[in-house]
């Protein structure tokens, strides 16, 4: 019997199967490598982009500080509520809006509102009253894109309809489209979350949480809120934070990094030091399933709070200011109407009734550092903030305009606190020496053929400059501007920085110093004429306060000129390290003799002494004062009154300058200069009922001198 032969089917059948199997392994193998090695980074970059957010983190803001340290722009730590898109459910975000606003307004809790449209009495849509700005902006090409005269309810139709809120009530659609379209204009989305209410009670924030479920994509930040301590102190002078507007995104999104629902700073100091006081946002990263659930968080960058900016400004001293300046500016026009009613039986005018403004500026002399700095009419900068009825009645205050920084930027005609410059360049150029001997009376007739015959106060006689500057006599520089000549007036005008920006870091303007080229471009001609009227700080010269500050401080300064400044120092968050520290800066060195100082500035001090301008406040003041006094005429109403001065006068330590608008009596304008040699020499501060007191040990050194019992002696 034969045996049987291996069979070799078996065989293949095993190397077949072992060939699909090498083969299947080493597909996976390929694409294994393909994925992870030869397009590792392409299919993980698709990853990334697919699956993770990142979402900014908010910075506290940088704190400003007066020169003691106390806080003028704080932050208040507290609650906000957020949306985060990622979080919500898609076609949810109406019913959770108008669940939120029913719970907030419920609480009386505020939420941000910017929709320019409200509800009229009869139950219809009309846009809201000093809002045409941002009316303007909804119906532009940039959102809306309808007519310029498309009505309020025409708006309305389009936003329901754009944010799917038809079916509620005409309140609630009106509610959840002013959320829908403030989320529009921030840019919300996964990587930037919408404030949807800033400072919320900590028992609002409790509720929130308890109805987290029916509040999705909800979530409460721990934040900080700015808060001005005394809103009434100079909140032209901290300024103003808003929302930043898309000229300001695009100019500043790729090279800062701001976002569409940042704030920033707008005016004052929040403006200026926007870069130092912005702090750096910080980065969270949230990684999403595929079918959009949260899978972890992870903050990937830390936020950096802003740096603290001193200013040089004393609390104490600007309340006193401010005070002073509102209850004289108040005086002078009581004063002016009673003489109206009495004296003139109201017939007569010009007599201080119009006086409704003022301004005023203390420097250090000794690095021109802003002490004070006020201006009247003002406003209170928490009301500014918080409630749209306070800020709409201020932009209608279209005569007083309280908005306006005076200060820095109202500019005023000087009158005869010039004349001090204006001895010095004559003494400088020669025009005049100290002997010189000028007819001071009561006409000036050198233009009396050409029926010019401008007038002054006091028949003096032939008098030297000393006297001159004494009793303010017009006649006598009238004579010196024509001796020296237009040219050489505006060019140390200049040098003692009249008629050009003081190097403040804030805005302030350059004012105007009366000239050929200014004269020529209003229409006129310059003639000799004009010379001798801006000799005396008239014709078209207008100065600000603070141009005149420092004009007055560069004389207690022997004719250095130093850059003015209102910001001392600038720290880290903890104030532990100081990163920017200011120091004098010399502006101008105008090179005058010594000798002429002293003179000019011995003539200043005697107009503060029995016979001069000022004698009547100073005299007895137990502190030697310098000072010159000034009356403005005015194209139309009562005449401006001007007051700089120095103290003390052999050593100077502080300069300030007042001016008030259609002030008629000077007693006034130096009521305020006294009262701040007052509160800087003595401590005289405001009280709880808003009265200006001088301490008790203090009171008796001061001198009793007071507007009251004080009387204008001339110019």
Not at 424 to 433: H, K, N, S, Y
Request: aromatic share 10%.
């Amino acid at each position: 019997m034969e045996e049987n032969e291996p069979s070799n089917n078996g065989f293949c059948r095993y190397l077949f199967a072992g060939f699909i199997i090498f083969a299947a392994f080493a597909a996976c193998v390929y694409r294994l490598v393909d994925w992870q090695i030869i397009n590792g980074s392409k299919f993980l970059e698709l990853s990334n982009h697919t699956s993770v957010v990142t979402i900014s983190m908010d910075a506290a803001r940088g704190e400003i500080l007066d020169s003691d340290g106390n806080g003028l722009a704080v932050n208040k730590t507290g609650y906000a509520l957020v949306f985060n898109k990622i979080y919500m459910d898609s076609g949810s975000e109406n019913k959770t809006i108008i669940r939120l606003i029913r719970l907030l307004d419920k609480r009386g809790e505020k939420w941000e509102d910017t929709l320019p449209i409200e509800i009229n009495e009869k139950g219809g849509y009309q846009f809201k009253s000093g809002e045409e700005k941002e009316i303007k902006k909804l119906k532009s090409k940039d959102f809306l894109d309808v007519n310029s005269y498309a009505t309020a309810a025409e708006c309305m139709k389009y936003l329901a309809d754009q944010y799917d809120c038809n079916g509620y009530s005409a309140k609630d659609t009106r509610d959840i489209v002013s959320v829908r379209y403030n989320m529009t204009k921030d840019g919300f989305s996964n990587s930037t979350p919408y404030t949807f209410a800033e400072d919320v009670d900590k028992d609002t924030v409790l509720i929130v949480s308890e109805n987290s479920n029916k509040l999705q994509g909800i979530s409460v930040k721990i934040t900080t809120k700015r808060l001005y301590p005394d809103g009434t102190l100079l909140p032209h002078i901290l300024g103003t934070i808003g929302a930043i507007s898309q000229e300001e995104y695009d100019e500043l999104h790729e090279s800062k990094g701001y976002a569409l629902n940042d704030r920033i700073g707008k005016s004052g100091i929040e403006g200026a030091y926007e870069d130092n006081l912005r702090g750096t946002a910080g980065e969270k990263t949230v990684e999403l399933t595929s079918s959009g659930a949260v899978a972890s968080e992870k903050v990937t960058k830390e936020p950096s709070s802003g740096k603290t900016v001193y200013l040089t400004i004393n609390s104490n001293l600007q309340k006193v200011l401010n005070a002073s300046l509102a209850q004289n500016v108040q005086g002078a026009q009581s004063y002016g109407r009673q003489l109206c009613a009495q004296r003139y039986k109201g017939s007569s005018s010009g007599h201080g009734e119009d006086c409704i403004s003022g301004a005023a500026v203390v420097l250090r002399v000794k690095d021109f550092a802003v002490l004070a700095a006020s201006t009247y009419p003002s406003y209170d900068l928490n009301k500014y903030i918080d409630d749209s009825n306070y800020y709409n009645s201020l932009l209608k205050e279209t005569n007083s305009k309280p908005l306006i920084n005076r200060a820095f930027n109202g500019v005023f005609t000087p009158g005869s606190v010039v004349k001090p410059y204006v001895a010095l360049a004559a003494l400088q150029e020669g025009a005049i020496t100290t002997s010189t001997r000028i007819l001071g009376n009561s006409v000036y007739t050198r233009f009396a053929s050409s029926n010019f015959t401008p007038k002054s106060i006091g028949n003096y006689g032939m008098i030297t400059l000393n006297t001159a500057i004494k009793k303010s006599s017009n006649s006598f520089f009238y004579e010196v501007g024509y001796r020296l000549g237009i040219t050489d007036l505006n060019l140390y005008a200049k040098h003692f920085g009249l008629g050009v920006k003081t190097g403040l870091e804030l805005t302030e303007s350059a004012g105007t110093l009366a000239g050929p080229a200014e004269k020529e471009a209003a229409g006129g001609s310059w003639w000799d004429g004009n010379t001798v009227e801006a000799a005396v700080g008239q014709d078209d010269n207008k100065f600000t306060p603070l141009q005149l500050a420092a004009y007055v401080a560069t004389v207690a300064n022997n004719g250095v000129r130093l850059k003015t400044h209102i910001v001392d120092k600038v720290t880290d968050y903890s104030h532990s390290k100081t990163i920017y520290s200011s120091s004098p800066v010399v502006e101008d060195n105008i090179g005058i003799s010594q000798n002429y100082l002293d003179y000019v500035k011995a003539a200043m001090h005697s107009v503060t002494q029995s016979g001069g301008t000022a004698g009547s406040m100073f005299s007895s003041y137990s502190i030697p004062i310098a000072g010159k006094t000034g009356t403005a005429e005015r194209d139309t109403g009562s005449d401006n009154v001007t007051f700089v001065g120095f103290a003390p006068y052999e050593d100077p330590q502080i300069a300030v300058a007042v001016v008030l608008d259609h002030g008629a009596t000077g007693k006034y304008s130096m009521q305020v200069a006294k009262d701040v040699f007052d509160a800087y020499f003595y401590g005289k501060t405001v009280d709880s009922s808003g009265n200006l007191v001088i301490p008790s040990a203090s009171s008796t050194q001061s001198g009793q001198a007071s507007s009251a019992q004080s009387s204008s002696s001339g110019d």
